[in-house]
Each structure stands twice: as structure tokens, then as C-alpha cells.
């Protein structure tokens, strides 16, 4: 497939699997519910089990109705499905903080038990933490488009050009793709974008029973936490947007696909350092300067000679197979040893590493991901449709950033998308109170810098930044940062801004 999908693998769909399938179990108000005495007009359940590490005990969850058209918000409903954790000092609490999934088309509903783990005391002590599955995915009512088994590969992902710079295949599938939509998608499909995404998030916050939300929303759900705040700007408390993406309302979801371009570009010198470090047991080369060229040569030789790898989809470790693992490399420090290792396999000084290969299970999860997030990044805004604009755009940029070899601006489903948007997409102004905290890596090889820039300047004064010298995706909570956890922790517990941006050093 053609979406970028800025975080699911193969392991990943096995651990989303069974949100598809999970039913809700009605089942008595637990004593957090009994103790906070609020009639939010929520019935709170056992929440759906699934695969992977269960959720926390008490996480609790609620299926919600909201209109499949806001236009007609008495007619048809389809079921949002809510989770939350509250708050075990409900004398401290604050409120609700929505933690926001990205993707666009990842679940939400057991982000809560993440973040219960992850965040500080203080923040849990303040807040009810409540995650959701967005329109279209998971345990709330789900889409598909019904996608051929072999167009789930993991390289057929992202848009990578063929080893000479032909997007003939690309064309091909976006218009099995898009036909596969119009087909199967139905009216829940056309129904999902931002905007009503945001419209949800208010409902949710409406049958919570808050005059006022704080959400945390990370890559997609940063821009989805934008429109929300614009949109319903008198209803947001505290707002942090982490990994943030460029707001542009002309371009959108595809500025998303193509900031891959110089997010590699930032971050893979990161990478470069890393692999040529004296005494890593993954060293690929002697110097960070070497490593660049390695790579590029070795991703050549794989486009003209790929390796049989029995068990993999596709069976061999070809160019386009090195580049895709690459980009899923560059979001995490801890995932540099996958791509060593597998430069190292390339140039025959290691044996190939086992596949990572998607249980039969996971495919009913993919196919809900993938058509979520590509009724998102079609439905927002209108792409393109000339295959010679888009032929002309990858031959330049291969030359420019070859890297990433043309793929961030090569074509996508939505070139041949069967539905018109409903209405245009939200620009983000500085309309409303200050009360939004970005927070950014320098170097993100998904939402870079340069985005977040943008993002902050839609805002103006309702935002301030704090930008942290590291790499990766992933700010707040994320990679150990000091100075930049403690900047995003204070602004959620005391509701104050810092008066200016802030930089933090790195570690």
C-alpha cells in the first residue's frame, strides 16, 4: 500500500489485533467511579481484551454514539469507544487529559495504560487519563477497504519508486487502492477527517462532563489537537502538542509524506555517528563520514541484486526493503541496531536476521489501519491527479535527496480518490487562549523541525515551544530528556506556560 505509516510494523498489527474484535462486557462502576460522584453519562465497563501486555486494571471503558454526518447529528450514529484511567487523588484533580493517538489511523484505547506508566506522579495525581479509538478504527466502528493480501507488504507501506525511478507500479497500486475504497470503504469511510475527528474529541468531552479538556496529542494527533484547539478553542485547558506536524491547510496530509524527505536528512547523521562508534558491536564503518555512502551503495547494489530472504514479504532484502527499514530505524535511538545489522547482512559480514512477518491474525488490523489512515490523508484535502507531475517530482528529489530515494513526494491513493472533501481543511490561527505548549526534537525523521516551526507560527502567542536536542519521534516522556520533561510536566500540573520558548540541551 501506499500510506505513510509512521509507526506500524508487523509486531505492532499483531498487538493491535484484537481491538478489531473486542466487545465491550457491561460490568459494575468501579470505586474510582463511585468516588469521583460524577454523572458524565458514560456506562464504564471491562475494557476489550487483546494481544501484548494487558491493559492497566484500572482502565476502564464506554462506548459513545456520535453522528456519522454532524451535518445530520440526529440521524445515523456510529460508536466511539472511550477509555480512561481516573485519577486516585481525586482531591488533587485538575480534570481530563485526552491523550491523542496519531497515525492517522492508530487506536488510542489502551494509550492511558501507556501512559500510566510512563508519566510523572504529579500529572496522574491531576488527571483523569482518557485515550479513544477515532471514528473508523479499532473498538469503535471500524472501516476497511478490503486491500489484496500482497498489497499489505510491509515495502508497499510508503511509495518507494521502482529501481530506476519508475512509478508505474506506484500508479498501479494507488488506483487498486482507491477502486478497493469505493468499493468497500462505505459511508463510515467518507466519513472520517480531522474536523471530525475534533468534533469526537468534543463529544467525548461532552459526555465526560467537562466544561474544559486538556489533551495530549503526539505526530498525527499533534495536528489533530491543533484543529481541535481552533476549532473549539473555549473548550481546551491545557494543550501539548508533541512531534508536531505542518499545519499547512493547502497541502496537509501530503506535506506528512514528503517532510520524510528532510527528516531523514536531519536525523540520519544521528545514525551515522552511532554506527561508526569504536566499540559498538554493530559498526558498519570506521568513521560517521563513511556511513552516508555505505548505505547509498549498499541500497544500489540490492536495486540491481537483491538477496533471497526465505520467510520475508517480499523474499528478499532488496533496495527499497534496506530504505523502509531505515526510515523505521531513524525514529528511535534504540532502533539503530535493526538497520546495522541489516547493512551488515547486505555486505555479507552477518547472516540475515530472522523476518518480521505478520501473523494471519493481524491482517484484519492492518486493513483497519490502512483504510483509517487513508480516508484521513484523502478526505482532509484534494492531491494532485497528473501521474507525469508526480514522475517529474521523484526524478528531482531522487537526485536531491537520494536517501529516501523519491518516495516522500511520489504518488498516493488519494491521486484517484473516489470522494471530494466535505469541506476544506482547518487552518490553525492564533484565535484563542494561550494556553498550547509544543514539544519538539531537532531532529525528527517523521515531523521535523521545520514543520514544527510552521505549526508555532500558525498559533502565534497562544503557543510556546520547547525544543530539545535530540533525535527521534517522540518528545514528551519519550527519550529521557530532563530539562524538556520537566517544561512539559510543569505547564500540565500548574497550567503556566514558560514566557518564552525554551531549547534543551541534549540528555
Known amino acids: ?18 481491538t478489531v474484535l473486542g466487545t465491550l462486557t457491561a460490568a459494575p462502576a468501579s470505586a474510582a467511579d463511585q468516588r469521583h460522584g460524577r454523572h458524565d453519562g458514560l456506562a464504564w465497563t471491562d475494557c476489550p481484551s487483546k494481544p501484548g501486555p494487558p491493559h492497566d486494571p484500572a482502565q476502564r471503558c464506554a462506548a459513545l454514539a456520535v453522528p456519522l454526518d454532524y451535518q445530520d447529528p440526529d440521524g445515523e450514529q456510529l460508536t466511539l469507544t472511550v477509555s480512561r484511567i481516573a485519577t486516585a487523588k481525586p482531591g488533587l484533580r485538575q480534570g481530563v487529559l485526552l491523550i491523542i493517538p496519531g497515525g492517522p489511523g492508530e487506536d488510542g484505547l489502551d494509550r492511558p495504560s501507556r501512559a500510566v506508566q510512563q508519566l510523572p506522579q504529579e500529572v496522574k495525581d491531576r488527571f483523569d487519563l482518557v485515550g ?53 470503504g462505505g459511508p463510515v469511510l467518507r466519513s472520517i477527517s480531522t474536523a471530525n475527528e475534533a468534533r469526537d474529541i468534543d463529544r467525548v468531552r461532552r459526555a465526560l462532563g467537562e466544561r474544559r ?82 548505505f547509498l551503495d549498499l541500497a544500489a547494489r540490492l536495486d540491481r541484486a537483491p538477496l533471497p530472504w526465505p520467510g520475508a514479504d517480499p523474499a528478499e532484502l532488496n533496495g527499497n526493503v534496506l530504505r523502509g527499514a531505515m526510515l523505521q530505524s531513524l525514529y ?78 511520489n504518488v498516493m491513493p488519494c491521486a484517484f480518490w473516489p470522494f471530494a472533501p466535505a469541506e ?26 521545520t514543520g514544527a516551526r510552521r505549526l508555532a507560527a500558525a498559533f502565534g502567542e497562544r503557543a510556546r515551544m520547547v525544543t530539545v536536542d535530540s533525535g527521534g519521534h517522540d518528545v514528551y516522556r519519550a527519550n529521557g530528556n530532563a530539562c524538556g520533561d520537566a517544561v512539559v510536566t510543569d505547564f500540565l500540573v500548574t497550567g503556566r506556560r514558560p514566557a518564552e520558548d525554551v531549547s534543551c540541551p541534549a540528555g
Open 132 to 184: 479513544f479509538d477515532p471514528r473508523g478504527v479499532g473498538a469503535s466502528t471500524p472501516v476497511s477497504c478490503g486491500l489484496d493480501h500482497d498489497d499489505l507488504a510491509p515495502v508497499r507501506l510508503r511509495p518507494w519508486p521502482a529501481p530506476d525511478g519508475s512509478i508505474d507500479g506506484n500508479l498501479a497500486l494507488a488506483h487498486r487502492f482507491a477502486d478497493a475504497c469505493a468499493r468497500n
Open 424 to 449: 476544506p481543511p482547518v487552518r490553525v490561527t492564533d484565535r484563542g487562549p494561550a494556553n498550547v505548549l509544543l514539544a519538539q526534537n531537532l531532529r525528527d525523521v517523521a515531523t521535523p523541525y
Open 1 to 18: 500500500m501506499s500510506i505513510p505509516q509512521r509507526t506500524l510494523t508487523a509486531a505492532a498489527a499483531a498487538v493491535l489485533a484484537a
Open 332 to 409: 528511535a535511538d534504540a532502533r539503530f541496531p535493526d538497520l546495522a545489522r541489516l547493512m551488515l547482512a547486505g555486505l555479507g559480514r552477518r547472516p540475515l536476521p530472522a523476518p518480521d512477518v505478520m501473523p494471519p491474525q493481524a491482517e484484519p488490523v492492518a486493513q483497519n489501519h490502512i483504510a483509517a489512515s487513508a480516508a484521513t490523508l484523502c478526505n482532509d484535502v484534494s492531491w494532485p491527479a497528473d501521474p507525469a507531475a508526480y514522475a517529474k517530482d521523484v526524478a528531482a528529489d531522487r537526485a536531491a535527496r537520494p536517501l529516501t530515494a523519491g518516495m516522500p513526494v
Open 213 to 294: 479538556i486538556s489533551a495530549w496529542g503526539t505526530s498525527y494527533g499533534s495536528y489533530a489537537g491543533a484543529v481541535y484547539a481552533t476549532m473549539f478553542a473555549r473548550n481546551t485547558d491545557r494543550i501539548v502538542l508533541d512531534s508536531n506536524d505542518d499545519p499547512d491547510p493547502s497541502k496537509v496530509g501530503r506535506n506528512w509524506l514528503a517532510a520524510y524527505g528532510q527528516g531523514v536528512e536531519d536525523r540520519f547523521p544521528d545514525f551515522a555517528r552511532w554506527a561508526a562508534a569504536p566499540g559498538n558491536p554493530d559498526r558498519v564503518a570506521d568513521t560517521p563520514e563513511e556511513v552516508r555512502p555505505l
